[in-house]
């Protein structure tokens, strides 16, 4: 193999992303170099930040340049190495966007342990999204046992560790999902205590039934009516991890949004918070979560996506709620499976 | 005199309140009776929170019922004591609302010294306002010297107070006020950095230029469009103490809001609170308030409407912007001016 295929992006998208604005490049492949590592990528994680990379504003981090691959966390197998710490045949945990190969002195890369999890769960529940539950959860909404912790997106990489999360806390565990299958999932599978369909009936009336006790927390990843439905029920004392709004990434105008009003009346605290600061976390967030994925209280669900030039489908089908589970794409076989 | 002069809530006001929402009732003069405390009112203060408690709506305090007296905090004359703390001549801040004459058990009534500070104050830079600017900038936004404190209502009590404790504490103060007269006060006469009319002008660019180094802190008392203004310019880690959303008060429907977007990029916090849950923190703000107010580092202003029947329409114009300074009806006259 001498060809690095890549995905790159072409044009920033107006609203919601199309094909359109990707480039299927193939690229001439890296090599190790000195000190290199050079790895053939197996999954790489969709996610809906990845949607505000796509522009050119100020964020929590740069822009993709037009022309630039496309970024991305990813599960790979080390080809190559001329680092003392990486070998060939070892799988890592990294960073290297939409492509079959990447090299890099091997800085950012984690080794993984394909006995102790399966590897695709370091870029799922084990890795970012996974910290990200932890984080918002635990550190900063700080639950108590007893309270009640809603979670929008609850069948996606975060919100089902958020309420399983919570459920080990001792909470009231209620989902926000979009389709009756991904509600069943979230009670029968995953084991919440209710789970509400969005798209289905009147959401304020349903969140009343769910959460006959109010909201004393409200893990955020969707912005927009979700948010101003669950405004209606806060508890006083309520906290709001801020940690996505994915329906307004596509946004062109701003929706009509909710008043910050029942904030004020509950004296609620709601706190925009992104994972990468807190990486000093991440050994606790590990440390409690790996034992809860291997007894099984810790469940997830992956939508896996076959190669690489499927990507960008798959990632418009995210920002629209269409992958049930953790989003992945498998780049090249598993040989773990 | 055997008539007690009142106004009550004769219906709950749809929008904006008018004078229809109103009744004016001459009630029969209350007596002290045993261990009670009878006084004349000499101010009313007139807050927005009282249009709040003209809904029917689950608040943090209970509505006023149709029929009752409008609520609110008052600076009075002691007339006859039964209780051995008050003697006739005394004054005291107390919560009896829009009405000549009040009688009670004195439990909640906190006297006053006119030697130490006007007893206007104790309804105003002195009282209520004054500690909800102390306790939203200083326990909860915690400004550290250098910071870039923005502030709405401005010249309002609240505002002001804040935006001159902020400068006490070493912080870039900037206002938002509703006029060109109010901006000149807040900058000239309270000596806030820069203030900025958000009637006049593109509003994000007018706190660009007034934040060179963007905003730490926004004391929230609108909400609205100025809301979405300040979000544009917010620093990583903002604090947004959220005191109050004078500009929905009024409002039947939801207007277009801002996304919530800025705060998750800046990291920010946004925190709903209620000075009366704080009421531990005030002898520690009267302590630091105090003496600035004598010294004449902490000034204040006053809008006085004089005569009871003035209220509603002082009211309703408060709503809207149209006072400058702390609105206070005058009932009686004031012994001490």
Redesign the interface.
């Known amino acids: 193999m001498t060809v690095n295929r890549q995905i790159r992006l072409k044009s920033r998208p107006v609203g919601a992303p199309t094909a359109a604005n990707f480039d299927v490049v193939e690229a001439t492949m890296p090599a190790a170099g000195d000190g290199g590592v050079l790895r053939r990528t197996i999954y790489l994680s969709l996610d809906p930040y990845m949607r505000g990379r796509m522009n050119d504003a100020?964020?929590?981090a740069p822009p993709v340049a037009v022309g630039d691959v496309m970024c991305g966390h990813t599960i790979s197998q080390v080809v190559e190495s001329r680092h003392p710490a990486f070998r060939p045949g070892d799988f890592v945990a990294g960073y290297d966007g939409w492509q079959q190969y990447a090299v890099s002195d091997g800085r950012e890369l984690r080794k993984l342990d394909p006995q102790a999890a399966p590897i695709s769960t370091g870029i799922g529940v084990l890795g970012m999204p996974g910290m990200t539950a932890y984080v918002g959860l635990i550190d900063i909404a700080k639950p108590k046992a007893g309270e009640t912790v809603v979670v929008s997106a609850a069948s996606g990489a975060v919100g089902s560790a958020v309420g399983q999360l919570a459920r080990v806390r001792g909470c009231r565990a209620v989902g926000i999902a979009g389709s009756a299958d991904k509600c069943r999932y979230v009670t029968d599978e995953l084991g919440f205590d209710a789970c509400v369909d969005y798209k289905s009936g009147d959401l304020v009336a349903s969140l009343r039934g769910a959460c006959p006790s109010g909201i004393d927390i409200y893990f955020e990843n969707v912005?927009g009516t979700v948010?101003?439905a669950v405004l209606r029920h806060l508890n006083r004392g309520a906290r709001i991890p801020?940690?996505?709004?994915v329906s307004?990434y596509n946004?062109t105008t701003?929706?009509?949004?909710?008043?910050?009003?029942p904030?004020?009346?509950?004296?609620?605290?709601?706190?925009?918070?992104?994972v990468s600061?807190h990486t000093d976390r991440f050994g606790a967030a590990l440390q409690e979560m790996a034992p809860l994925v291997r007894d099984g209280r810790l469940k997830y669900r992956e939508d896996i996506t076959e190669g690489l030039d499927a990507a960008p489908d798959a990632f418009i089908g995210l920002l629209a709620g269409r992958n049930f589970g953790k989003a992945l794409v498998r780049i090249s076989p598993d040989p773990t499976r």
């Not at 801020?242 to 709004?245: A, D, K, Q, S």
């Not at 701003?254 to 009003?261: N, Q």
């Not at 904030?263 to 992104?274: D, P, S, Y």
Request: glycine share 16%; charged share 20%.
């Open positions: 100020k964020s929590y912005g948010f101003g801020l940690c996505g709004l307004e946004a701003v929706e009509r949004g909710a008043s910050l009003l904030l004020l009346v509950a004296r609620a605290t709601l706190q925009g918070f992104i600061d």
